[in-house]
């Protein structure tokens, strides 16, 4: 009895003991785990790090910086034997030869094969000689969603920078062109790179931005949806493609619009759809003092004046003088300036990249 008494007696004490230990063992490891940073959050953390490590490592041997020793943009594999996607505005003013550098430093030369009809800011550029490149896959139809997470890599504003990651979500797909805006950080030389899902599948190219003064990215960036990217490979490997750019040029962008020097504010809007520069002309005369502004709150604009004379090579636009920033810390244009002769003058805004998007008002004046 005594013996079945004590046996009694030490289970009931590990009960105890386990009944009155495990809320202080538990708050014990709930301490050092918040000491430790250990939390569902940081699990959570983990999770979507491990996400994007994987679609990193996954993605990042198949993506290149495109160089044609006047600038560079990005672009990306999509099969074995070397096709490389990336916009035209990258290309359409490159030899027929390219540069492209891989992230482990491989520099391989690609042909310019062709543009995308209609207008669409596509290319495709051929590395030869090449059958196990590695490849991004392309995501399905009407797979990407609002909220949807998605990375961007590529080079941004110079090629040291290239291979850089960056991530965000899309925060609108507009329902005409399926253009899908995101606010993963893309910078000038992101442009024909790749926009990723979760699945590190494609899911669009990277072509512009809304950027602000002092600000290089606003968050508001933009990216060919992967429709148009199978088409236009589909296009491509038919031989289906045009021997040059067919993106709207400035002198096609907008129509020329005649102007008074009286200070009227005049509002212009720059957009993929719009065009990424508009031209003012009006009449001028020798010795008048000319002062034209141009504004903007949503991207960093740059103003050229020019003088169209006519001679025995025919007409001409002669360059009078330009500008970029009104002053230090100021990022809106203004030129000042006196008229050389009487005649016909143009005056050309646009932002200082050449592709913002984003509104701006232009002014000006003259005193006789």
Known sequence: MNAKLSRFSGLTLCVLFNLLTLPVVEHLLSDNGNQLGYSNRAVAQ????????????????????????????????????????????????????????????RKLPADVLGFAKGGLDLAVLKIHRQNNLQTLALATLGSAEVGDRVFALGSPLDPRYKDTFTQGNITRINKSDGVIQHNAPIYGGNSGGPLLNTKAEV????????????????????????????????????????????????????????????????????????????????????????????????????????????????????????????????????????????????????SSTGRQSGDYSLRATANP
């Open 203 to 350: 899911i669009g190219v990277n072509t512009s931005i809304i950027g602000a003064p002092g600000k290089l990215n606003t968050g508001m960036n933009f990216a060919i949806p992967v429709s148009n990217v199978r088409s236009f490979i589909a296009a491509a490997k038919k031989g289906n493609l045009s021997p040059i750019s067919t993106l709207k040029k400035p002198s096609q962008e907008s129509e020329i619009v005649s102007i008074s020097l009286n200070g009227q504010d005049i509002n212009g809007n720059f957009s993929q759809e719009n065009g990424f520069a508009n031209l003012y002309v009006f009449q001028g005369k020798a010795g008048q003092k000319v002062i034209i502004e141009m504004t903007s709150k949503t991207m960093n604009p740059f103003l050229s004046l020019y003088q169209l004379v006519e001679n025995a090579e025919g007409k001409q636009s002669n360059l009078i003088t330009e500008n970029d920033d009104r002053g230090a810390g100021d990022f809106n244009s203004q030129i000042a300036t006196t008229l050389p002769a009487d005649g016909i003058y143009v005056i050309e805004a646009k």
């Open 46 to 105: 983990t999770t979507e790090e491990q996400i994007a490590r994987s679609v990193y490592k996954k993605v990042s041997p198949a993506v290149v910086t495109v160089k044609d020793g006047k600038g560079h943009g990005s672009g990306f594999v999509v099969s074995q034997d070397g096709l490389i996607i990336t916009n035209a505005h990258v290309v359409e003013e490159s030899p027929s030869v390219v540069t492209v550098e891989f992230a482990d430093g």
